[in-house]
């Protein structure tokens, strides 16, 4: 079977394609026969040595994949020979309070970037009937933290109102689950294209960050003045300011991304009164599950930007530097 294994950090360069076994399976594990995988932006921070958590080098890359199950273990009742499955973005989280021990795949194991894969059944979830699978292969990060960003502690109701940043898959699908739930959306984006997308997706309210560099404060006049219930923030220190300028007091900012580095400072007084935070590890699998069953019975469909074949891999981790994309970018194993 083929894999691309990343020898070290630093460069799309080290991305290498190697000709490894079929791994065997052994007792209560299932053999996945991996059809798609998908990007996201930790996958790049990994690649260009810029990810702030622990990664091992030599490993598979990719938190996400899909596939179909063609051999299971003895033991096996969760799954059989035939069930088409996604994996969870961890190997601990399957329900309740995160652990303290989570190791995604892709920094801490290997990933999905490969043809085949062995993993105990407990760590997969069914995906969605109407899905391909290069659909289903963007859920676990960025659809899961999507979910979690808009439930968790204090879940958002309907008439309730998210802020969402950019068009990335984390965006995407925020907005996405968003409308089925009846939350109203504002979004902003970098061009008048993009913003176009985002109102066909449903977005009530979009606003282009590069003409409007003041988005913050515009969302919170668009809400009558009262303030966004939520802000989902995948980008970091570059725009938490301006977040800070669109919650509602007491509401929630739900920190994800890490896509700037710099930024003006916040200190505690930019906080007290203003906001709660709460930082978002992606989700369990319960937390999948329930995802995958409003998916399932509204008929949400994943926006899939481009799909690459296996072997350019690498390009497609350059057009994830290139930001061009809106929704997530898959690589197919086909």
């Known amino acids: 079977m083929r894999s691309i294994r990343l020898e070290q950090q630093?460069?799309?360069e080290?991305?290498?394609m190697v000709t490894e076994d079929i791994p065997s399976v052994q007792?209560?594990?299932v053999l996945v026969k991996v059809k798609a995988s998908s990007l996201n932006y930790?996958?790049?921070?990994?690649?260009?040595?810029q990810y702030p958590g622990v990664v091992h080098d030599n490993l598979v890359p990719l938190s996400d994949g899909a596939g179909e199950i063609v051999a299971v273990g003895e033991g096996v009742r969760r799954f059989q020979v035939g069930d088409r499955v996604a994996g969870n973005f961890t190997r601990e989280w399957f329900g309740g309070k995160r652990p303290s021990y989570t190791e995604p795949y892709g920094s801490h194991s290997d990933g999905w970037l490969t043809e085949y894969k062995v993993l105990n059944p407990e760590l997969l979830v069914s995906i969605p009937s109407h899905l391909s699978f290069e659909q289903a292969a963007a859920l676990p990060c960025a659809a899961v933290t999507a979910w979690s960003s808009l439930h968790g502690p204090s879940p958002l109701s309907a008439g309730d109102t998210v802020l969402t940043l950019g068009s990335g898959g984390v965006s995407v699908f925020t907005?996405?689950?968003?409308k089925w739930m009846g939350i109203n959306v504002i979004s902003t984006t970098s061009s008048d294209e993009k913003a176009e997308k985002l109102k066909q997706l449903g977005a009530d309210e979009v606003i282009n960050y590069n003409k409007t560099p003041n988005w913050g404060e515009v969302a919170k006049e668009l809400t009558g003045g009262r303030g966004v219930n939520r802000v989902v923030e995948v980008v970091g220190p570059a725009t938490i300011h301006q977040s800070l300028k669109a919650i509602a007091p007491g509401n929630e900012i739900s920190l994800i991304g890490v896509l700037s580095q710099t930024g003006d400072k916040i200190d505690y007084f930019d906080l007290f009164g203003t906001a709660s935070t709460r930082t978002i590890g992606v989700g369990s699998r319960d937390d999948f599950e329930a995802m995958n069953a409003l998916i399932e019975d509204k008929g949400l469909t994943p926006v899939i930007d481009s799909v690459f074949p296996f072997e350019q891999a690498a390009e497609a981790y350059e057009y994830l530097e290139s930001q061009k994309f809106f929704g997530k970018i898959v690589i197919t194993h086909e």
Do not use: I, T, Y
């Not at 907005?175 to 968003?178: E, I, M, P, V």
């Open 10 to 12: 630093g460069s799309v």
């Open 14 to 16: 080290n991305l290498k």
């Open 27 to 29: 007792r209560g594990e």
């Open 42 to 49: 930790r996958d790049l921070a990994m690649l260009k040595d």
């Open 175 to 178: 907005l996405q689950l968003a």
